[in-house]
């Protein structure tokens, strides 16, 4: 059976039954978490041995997500202790000081061309050192037209496993599994 790697945010890290991860019908490390930011994903791929798995899926993720080594909004939380910086959830834990403060900065500091612009130099690299059997995705809005954005299945179809429903899960799912098959005859050649 094919390897297959998975990297990246809350949208790709739930394993459960019914998640899009689960369906792909491969051996699957999962090496996502939830509400880091695209800087910890590079952090993961650069952990990899290529080598080692025959396909790849990176879920990119919000270009709004500050890095942040340790988040002490999450310290006592191990499953979101590694979680950067998203101004709704900051501002939903007001009014904690440090919550307070980087809202401010949200609010009168970050802007949001920049971030827009920062985030596509990082995706825009990460895709340059995958191997070609590499799915790049995302479930953002963004303006990068090198990923593929199921932005619009996450709309109609919210939910709580990896931000989705059921049918939203087995139509990503569905389109996974079909480009999966696509790269299965490109060949791992990076390490």
């Known amino acids: 059976m094919k390897k297959l790697l998975i990297i990246g945010d809350s949208f790709s890290e739930n394993m459960c039954n019914h998640s899009w991860v689960s369906q792909l019908g491969y051996s699957i490390t999962n090496l996502s978490d939830c509400g ?3 800087y910890k994903i590079y952090q993961k791929i650069n952990s990899i041995k290529f080598s080692d798995f025959s ?16 988040n002490p909004l999450y310290k006592d939380n191990p499953r979101y202790q ?5 101004y709704a959830d900051v501002k939903s834990k007001e009014p904690n000081c440090f919550a307070s403060k980087i809202s401010w900065w949200y609010e009168n ?19 340059d050192i995958m191997p070609q ?11 990068n037209s090198k990923l593929i954005n199921y932005n619009e299945i996450w ?3 919210p ?3 990896n931000h989705l429903n059921m049918q939203g899960n ?11 098959r696509d790269r299965e005859q490109i060949p791992t050649l990076k390490d």
Do not use: Q
């Open 55 to 70: 396909l790849f899926v990176v879920s990119h993720t919000s270009p709004n997500r500050i890095y942040i080594e340790n």
């Open 155 to 157: 709309k109609k179809n």
């Open 159 to 161: 939910g709580d496993i």
């Open 36 to 38: 880091i930011g695209e």
């Open 82 to 86: 590694n979680c950067d910086l998203l």
């Open 109 to 127: 500091v970050f802007d949001i061309d920049h971030a827009e612009f920062m985030h596509n130099l990082l995706v825009n690299y990460i895709i």
């Open 170 to 180: 087995i139509e990503v799912a569905n389109r996974v599994k079909k480009i999966l």
């Open 133 to 143: 059997s590499t799915i790049h995705l995302t479930f953002f809005n963004t303006h």
